[in-house]
């Protein structure tokens, strides 16, 4: 009973959905109107799908199946299948739109009168069901369109402020990538199909051959890693975040990257089955190398939406760490240890969605009151924009892993579960652990930093331009959005049952086995496994402790010192009189100790250009930094111009323009083919 | 019951031998100076005075910066009661584990950060930047030692780990304690801002970290960040000697008696590893900002030393 | 009712050269492609009925079964939208001053002439009269890719005629060696009959058979337009009128890929198997497609990069045809249709945007999407939709082909077909996604639509691309399963 | 009677080596008015022999329709067309005349080595005729590869033609009646159409040089 009303609750959600997509093309010309009426619309449908999803989740394992249509057409068949995974990222993308949609009611009004609201709506709605139908989907031709139709619609979003010279550039590159991308799971799909004869997703996997498998993992594992953004194929993912707008990049670093985390778990974990440690390993490695190099090209930017998009990357290696960990756990049959990382991925996964979500949100509303994106234009907000400065606090305590925040919780499992992957008697595998987790804690600290200088450079100091100095608070709608995140941050990072709870029937019902009595003890998480047990935290206790020494402190100030006397005056400028904005510390000198140190990282380099012919008074001094990402430096770059530059010489060596040349290919064509005749 | 008298002691303890430390230190550099130097209880005097002054304040700066010194402080204190300074009168679960540990400092890191900046002060900039690339170049080789640690007893909780290293005698004898003790000793160096690292006695604005975070602070506010400082000290120095120097296995009695012993055993130690603080920052320069690096590689060099001693090269331990 | 088939685009060019006013002109091209249309509807019941349509008349050479109505519908088809669309089109190009008014009775002559030669060759079932009609193709619509008569046209009529004609040259010593190898069995009225042909494939001489398929395919194979002989057909497409453009690339193409389906189906069925042609013409699709890959990379003109992309899709075609499985057959046959659909909706909207900007330079346009709100938008979906992006048409045909290849065990070919699909995608991305955006230098280009009817029936055709993608009326999946199975032979 | 043919079909294959030989303009279409003899005395004697043997007179139409368009027609009409080219000796080939005929000897040992496998071609004694004829649609098309010039081009496309032509004729006896009729009008067709982008050409080009013809490429 209980399934059955998930069902229609879920219909009902995309029914919601089609009707606000359609309610956007109706009042395509009234902006406003059309606007909120569709957001809300997307609101009470987010809603709906948020219950269903948790009514699926605890009415245990069963399966929802709804079958949507039968083509004519050989395999074109749609046909649904929720089972817990697909509900917990369900529910993860529902409680995001909710917050998103009511976010958008105030972000989008600054397109009234000039962009096409009722197509950006529509747009948006669209680009939410092709992504619920890719969690949902039950045979792989229906994943696979939902996929594309994802990929196609968020590169319309992306390249909506299309005008930007950049944001075209980035819609290319990253339509490009994802496609290509999708090019290698269509092969995976496709040698799937060519044993199995069957494209169901819940199928089994028995008939294909061990060697087959591994190069369907391959596949899968570079088109996956292309759309979660994963370093090396990460090169579309801070292009593109940032040139959406912004609550679209909020769905995008939230919850699209994710269906990549699910794909893994759906396409290699649950349907292939973990046949190699290799497989973990490789996913462990480009986990570490996504989240040290994510969060650190993360630091160089002061750009803020492109800030977030790496710091994303970070977050992405930290699940695939927790996966890699899971996968070779698996592969060795320690299935505590497997369900325990598969657990810390999945809850990370949870986190990221929110708090970066939220954090993308903050970053729209800042470009919604300054009209800029560059913290170096930035500074002092936090006294025009109180509230939006604390939810924004809260996101980068979260997103930096500190209590007693959400992200804190899911990276201390993925550091329990890498502890229990260390034993005694596989050398590579424990190097590879403790790597994993100095990469973490490296990977932690720098995200502290990152987020110090966001929050720092641009809420607090002295406005450093007009565009700071006169920004507004922005629309409640917008608080709201972002208020829901922060509140649900603090409160999965103080009580994390809440979600493990579901996560672990999520688990239980894939695994069979569930680590619950593992995970005890009111608020707090202790895990004890294999013959060795390890520590307990509790954020709240620590939280009340915490609380309780601030009050002592307080309390014994009063005592001793008396009454707080203050005194207002300007911040120490060792005498000279007039301190001005531009004297703080600005982002780039923020991050340059860092980009020294990693010279290695960022190639980092610096001209000084001074105009004006007086040696002792030049007119103007220009200082130029620049660092770029060895990645594109030694790998795409290089490869994009052989690309080019071949095949510019094939096209011309081809097609030269003498008829002459073309008569030669038909007659050497004929005498090839009267060869063919006689060996043949 | 138990769990309120833990509380009760470590907060005792911990808050009046924290500031007694820095004194100590700084007697010892006075005399190695040949000075006489200021009284060992200097700091409990200036802590005292501050709270009596009022406190000057950015008229750039917000809220942040009056709420930061309270959670510096309330972080430093919360860190130490995870670390028990006698096994003795711990209870049997603690709240928090290393990891925990580590994220608590990093909380009030954190907010220190953010304050410095908060004042449109260059020197608040200058602090905080540095204190990011010194942090973040330390957090893997503390993480990586004390999981090393950690492993070797098979738990995360600093607790359960001093109880296993107190079973274990003497552990310092195996090059793999040894290794991760000097990892960790650098740590506590650069953590806790001292020669080679960082400068406390200064304010000339090529060396100080530490200092110019706080530049701005006065009063009471001042007093918070000094004292939560020092007790951050403390608590990474009996992290140190708790773990990789247990004591309380020698102790027979049983009782008050014995909880007393043991304090005072601690407090040898802990005064022990202050004059090796001592004798190291007088008899070293401090590093300038980017040879830092080199000392942190040593460090993390050192704990995966140690890791790779125990887990992979031998596996076997004391 | 089939000779009024033929005989209606022969009475249209006879009006055309009676009548010299343009608007009569203009009707009587619609009128005639409608009837056309009616007929063909007639036509494809009668066949659905009867399983073929054959008449006495001219010694009973006309003969239309499942196979060749499919395409003859999809020529007729695209012929009726063509020639909505020419009105519009041609006025403009007067009005711009481009022709001059007396030579649109030319254009409208040549255009049905070609018409007529191409319903000819899918109506008749005599090879050599096929043929002649494919050489006509040639013939009549040689002028028509030279309309504008200036170098670079002429430049690409001339290679147009020289190579399809020795290519066709080449197709009739296949067919020559064809009927060689058939006689002694079967009596002469029925020589180069193709259903007597089939008929008695089996006891036909097969090494003759091998060599006539291998001059068959590379004759045909360059009015497909399958690499290495495509050359003529970049510049011939780039060259033409966009009407003309459609059809050569929409129509053309398919009715000499309607020969080498007619002879794949005799030789694998004389040989028994399929692997002697499967090797060929999967050779051939490969490299027709890595080399609409490569030249798509780096192309700079808008209407060659589409006339590459057709020769890609030819070498899919050729690809799902030489594999021979019904499904591959199945995915092949409706991929003509979707193809045909697609490109021709591309051809005529790079039409409208020639028009505007009055340049095939894709570095000079910009801004597209706001200076032609219908058009812009149907060429940039146009162009996903013919990378095989869901939900549009193209995609459902090619999975099937790619389907139907990994069912066989071909997994390199498939993987290299997937990742060069991906490749040409990544050509269109680079090249041309950029003249959708931005706002164009020159301010003089006022904003909207020339051309109404010719946009209407674009967008038309984009609707039914974007239905058909997911549903397709179970009539035309029947039409596509019987002539499967009459090329499988079942 | 076979004998008779091989020797024809020798004689045709060695007209075009001439043909393959020459320089000037004036010869190509001299060259290839004989080559057109001889296939018409071909087909002729054919016509008669089937005249005789089974009463057909369409073969004898066939020739006749040869005689008139091949032999007279469209030699004239070139003619015309060139009378006023520019030029009237050929200049530069892709190699010298000499490596261009050896490479024709070579086609003709390569037609013979495919071909000879085949049985239906070589059933016990190899059926000379049809190896010489496909190696003159080889040569021909050689031919077209080989001369910058348009005249060569259109030459070539003819001499194919012939190829084709004799190929059907000794290997089948002739295609059926309307099949010729139909390719007769193709030919003339095709060679008007090209005659008249030649004067189009000619005037925008003031050349009739194909090399000019380089616009298109990429």
């Known amino acids: 009973m209980e399934v059955g009303l998930a069902t229609n609750l879920f219909k009902a959600a995309i029914l919601f959905y089609l009707l606000g997509a359609a309610v956007a093309l109706i009042l395509i010309n009234r902006h406003k109107l059309c606007n909120i009426i569709s957001n809300a619309i997307y609101s009470v449908a987010s809603a709906l799908l948020i219950v269903s999803s948790i009514i699926k989740i605890i009415s245990g394992s069963g399966q929802i199946n709804i079958s949507l249509f039968e083509s004519p057409i050989p395999f074109i068949t749609m046909n649904i299948r929720i089972d817990n995974l697909s509900a917990i990222f369900l529910l993860a993308l529902s409680l995001l739109v909710l917050c998103v949609s009511l976010y958008s009611m105030g972000y989008i009004s600054h397109y009234y009168g000039k962009r096409n609201v009722g197509i950006f709506n529509f747009l948006y709605s669209t680009f939410i069901l092709s992504m619920i139908f890719v969690f949902t989907s039950a045979n792989v031709v229906f994943f696979y369109i939902a996929w594309e139709l994802m990929s196609m619609l968020s590169y319309f979003l992306v390249i909506f402020e299309s005008e930007h010279e950049g944001n075209q550039r980035a819609g290319i590159i990253y339509i490009i990538m994802t496609y290509v991308g999708t090019a290698f799971l269509l092969i995976g799909f496709m040698l799937i199909y060519s044993y199995t004869n069957s494209f169901d997703i819940f199928g089994s996997s028995a008939a294909i051959p061990e060697f087959a498998k591994n190069i369907i993992f391959i596949m899968f594992l570079i088109g996956f890693a292309t759309k979660a953004g994963a370093i090396p194929f990460h090169v579309w993912l801070p292009q593109a975040h940032p040139a959406a707008p912004s609550n679209v990049s909020a769905l995008m670093s939230g919850i699209m990257i994710k269906t990549a985390i699910y794909g893994f778990v759906r396409f290699v974990l649950c349907y292939l089955g973990i046949q190699n440690t290799w497989w973990g390993v490789l996913i462990l490695c480009i986990g570490i190398v996504s989240a040290v190099l994510g969060v650190a090209y993360a630091l160089m930017e002061h750009n803020i939406k492109r800030l977030l998009a790496y710091s994303s990357v970070e977050n992405i290696g930290i699940i695939l760490i927790g996966l890699g960990v899971c996968f070779i756990a698996f592969a060795q049959e320690n299935l505590l240890l497997g369900e325990m990382a598969l657990v810390a991925a999945l809850f990370h996964t949870f986190n990221h969605t929110l708090f970066k979500g939220g954090l993308f949100l903050g970053a729209g509303a800042i470009q919604y009151s300054t009209h800029t994106k560059d913290m170096e234009k930035l500074g002092g907000l936090i006294k025009t924009m109180p509230i939006t400065a604390l939810f924004i606090l809260c996101f980068s305590l979260a997103v930096s892993a500190i209590v007693p925040f959400n992200g804190f919780v899911s990276e201390w499992l993925t550091y329990q579960s890498l502890f229990a992957n260390i034993v005694s008697g596989q050398a590579g595998l424990n190097i590879l652990s403790i790597l994993a987790v100095a990469a973490l804690g490296f990977a932690g600290a720098m995200a502290a930093a990152c987020f110090v200088k966001l929050f720092g450079i641009s809420f607090l100091g002295l406005p450093r331009s007009d565009h700071s100095l006169n920004a507004k608070e922005v629309p409640i709608t917008m608080k709201i959005g972002m208020g829901m995140l922060a509140t649900l941050c603090f409160a999965i990072g103080l009580f994390p049952l809440l979600i493990l709870k579901l996560i672990d029937k999520v688990v239980f019902s894939l695994m069979g086995s569930s680590i619950l009595e593992q995970l005890h003890g009111g608020c707090g998480i202790a895990y004890y496994s294999l013959n060795l047990s390890s520590g307990s935290i509790s954020p709240a206790v620590m939280l009340i402790a915490i609380a309780g020494v601030i009050l002592l402190a307080l309390l014994g100030i009063r005592i001793i010192g008396g009454k707080y006397i203050e005194r207002k005056y300007g911040t120490w400028d060792c005498g000279f009189e007039a301190l001005n904005s531009r004297m703080q510390y600005t982002a780039t000198g923020f991050s340059k100790p860092i980009k020294i140190v990693f010279k290695i990282l960022f190639r980092p380099s610096r001209e000084t250009v001074v105009t004006g012919d007086l040696a002792y008074h030049p007119e103007s001094i220009e200082y130029i930094t620049a660092d770029e990402s060895i990645i594109e430096k030694y790998i795409y770059n290089p490869v994009c111009e052989r690309i080019k530059y071949f095949s510019r010489r094939m096209t011309f060596g081809v097609q030269t323009g003498s008829i002459h040349s073309y008569l030669t290919y038909i007659f050497v064509t004929v005498l090839l083919l009267m060869l063919y005749n006689m060996i043949a | 019951m138990k769990i309120l008298l833990y509380i009760v002691i470590q907060l005792f303890v911990i808050m009046m031998v924290a500031p007694l430390l820095n004194g100590i230190i700084k007697k010892i550099k006075a005399l190695s100076q040949k000075r006489k130097g200021a009284p060992i209880f200097q700091m409990y005097f200036d802590l005292y005075k501050l709270c009596k002054k009022s406190s000057v304040v950015s008229d750039v700066s917000s809220w942040v910066f009056k709420v930061t010194p309270y959670i510096v402080f309330a972080t430093a204190i919360a860190a130490a009661l995870l670390v028990p300074v006698s096994t003795m009168i711990a209870p049997e679960q603690l709240p928090g584990d290393i990891i925990m540990f580590v994220s608590i400092l990093a909380l009030g890191r954190f907010f220190m950060m953010i304050a410095a900046l908060d004042t449109a002060s260059t020197f608040g900039g200058m602090g905080s930047s540095r204190e990011a690339l010194i942090s973040s170049l330390t957090e893997p080789s503390i993480l990586v030692s004390l999981f090393t640690v950690g492993l070797i007893s098979k738990s995360t909780s600093l607790l359960q780990i001093m109880n296993v290293m107190k079973d274990k005698g003497v552990p310092l004898v195996h090059p793999v304690y040894i290794m991760i003790f000097f990892a960790l000793l650098t740590i506590i160096i650069a953590e806790t801002s001292r020669i080679p690292v960082d400068d406390p006695s200064t304010h000339l604005e090529l060396t100080m970290v530490h200092e110019a975070m706080i530049l701005e602070y006065s009063g009471r506010h001042l007093a918070l960040m000094e004292y939560g400082a020092a007790i951050k000290q403390l608590t990474f120095i009996t992290l140190l000697v708790n773990i990789l120097i247990p004591h309380d296995q020698l102790i027979a009695l049983t009782g008050i008696s014995a909880v007393m012993l043991s304090l005072t055993i601690y407090l040898i130690k802990v005064i022990g590893v202050c004059i090796i603080i001592a004798i190291a920052e007088v008899s070293t320069v401090k590093l300038k900002l980017f040879s830092i690096p080199n000392l942190a590689a040593l460090s993390f060099i050192l704990s995966v030393l140690g890791f790779l001693q125990y887990f992979v090269l031998g596996g076997r331990y004391v | 009712m089939g000779i009024f088939l033929v005989s209606v685009p022969v009475i249209a060019v006879l009006m055309f050269i009676l009548f010299k006013n343009s608007r009569i002109q203009h009707i009587i091209s619609l009128v005639a492609s409608s009837l056309s249309i009616i007929i063909a509807v007639y036509l494809t019941r009668n066949v659905m009925l009867f399983h073929s349509v054959s008449y006495s008349a001219w010694g009973g050479i006309f003969y239309i079964d499942y196979l060749s109505i499919i395409v003859l519908d999809i020529v007729l088809l695209i012929s009726l939208i063509v020639s909505i669309y020419s009105i519009g089109y041609m006025e403009t190009e007067i009005k711009h001053g481009k022709i001059d008014r007396s030579r649109l009775s030319l254009y409208y002559i040549l255009m049905y002439s070609f018409i007529f030669t191409m319903v000819l060759a899918l109506t008749v079932k005599n090879m050599g009269i096929m043929w002649i009609a494919i050489e006509g193709t040639t013939l009549s619509s040689a002028f028509l890719v030279g309309f504008y008569n200036d170098k670079c046209s002429l430049e690409a009529a001339w290679k147009y005629v020289i190579i399809c004609s020795v290519g066709i040259a080449i197709a009739m010593l296949g067919i020559i060696f064809l009927h060689l190898s058939s006689i002694g069995v079967l009596e002469s009225q029925q020589f180069l009959d193709w259903t007597a042909l089939y008929d008695n494939a089996k006891s036909l001489k097969s090494p003759i058979v091998k060599l006539a398929f291998i001059f068959i395919l590379i004759g045909f194979g360059t009015k497909t337009g399958l690499a290495p002989m495509h050359t003529w057909l970049p510049d011939a497409h780039s060259q033409a009128p966009s009407p003309i453009s459609a059809l050569l690339s929409g129509v053309l193409l398919n009715s000499a890929m309607y020969g080498i389906i007619r002879a794949v189906a005799i030789v694998n069925r004389n040989l028994g198997s399929s692997i002697y042609t499967g090797r060929l013409l999967i050779a051939l699709g490969i490299l027709s497609i890595f080399t609409a890959a490569i030249c798509i990379l780096a192309q700079k003109d808008y209407k060659r990069l589409l006339a590459y992309s057709s020769i890609e899709h030819m070498g899919i075609i050729a ?172 | 009677m076979s004998n008779f043919f091989d020797t024809l079909s020798v004689l045709i294959l060695f007209s075009s080596f001439i043909l393959m030989a020459n320089k000037m303009t004036k010869s190509y279409i001299k060259t290839f008015r004989i080559q057109s003899m001889l296939l018409a005395l071909a087909v002729g004697s054919m016509a008669i022999k089937s005249i005789i043997e089974e009463g057909r007179f369409d073969v004898l139409v066939v020739c006749l329709l040869i005689i008139i368009l091949k032999v007279i027609y469209i030699p004239n009409l070139l003619n015309k067309a060139y009378a006023k080219a520019e030029y009237k000796v050929e200049k530069d080939f892709i190699l010298n005349i000499p490596i261009l005929v050896l490479v024709c000897c070579g086609l003709v040992v390569f037609c013979y080595f495919c071909l000879s496998t085949i049985d239906g071609i070589n059933d016990g004694v190899i059926n000379v005729q049809v190896v010489n004829s496909i190696s003159v649609i080889l040569i021909g098309l050689f031919f077209m590869i080989s001369r910058k010039k348009a005249i060569g081009q259109i030459i070539g496309f003819l001499v194919i033609e012939n190829g084709i032509f004799i190929t059907a004729m000794f290997s089948t006896q002739g295609m059926p009646f309307i099949v010729d009729m139909g390719i007769f009008i193709d030919m003339l067709t095709a060679v008007m159409i090209l005659g008249i982008m030649v004067f189009k050409i000619n005037e925008e080009f003031d050349s009739i040089d194909i090399d000019k013809l380089n616009n298109l490429k990429g």
């Open chain 3, 319 to 490: 690809v799902g045809i030489g594999i021979f499985t019904p499904l591959s057959i199945f995915g092949a046959l409706l991929h003509m249709i979707n193809h045909s659909l697609t490109k021709s909706m591309l051809f005529l909207t790079s039409g409208n945007i020639l028009q505007k900007y009055d340049t095939k330079q894709i570095s000079k346009i910009k801004g597209a999407l706001k200076l032609l709100p219908v058009s812009g938008i149907v060429f940039l979906l146009g162009l996903f939709a013919i990378a095989g992006m869901p939900p549009f048409s193209v995609f459902a045909s090619e999975f099937n082909i790619i389907v139907s290849i990994f069912v066989a065990k071909r997994f390199f070919v498939g993987s290299a077909f997937i990742l060069l699909l991906a490749i040409i995608f990544a050509g269109i991305a680079v090249n041309l996604f950029k003249i959708f955006y931005g706002n164009n230098q020159e301010e003089d280009l006022q904003r909207g639509e020339t051309n109404i009817p010719g946009t209407v029936a674009i967008v038309v055709l984009l609707v039914v691309i974007t239905i058909t993608g997911l549903f397709i009326p179970n009539e035309l999946k029947d039409l596509i399963t019987q002539a499967q199975n009459i090329i499988i032979g079942m």
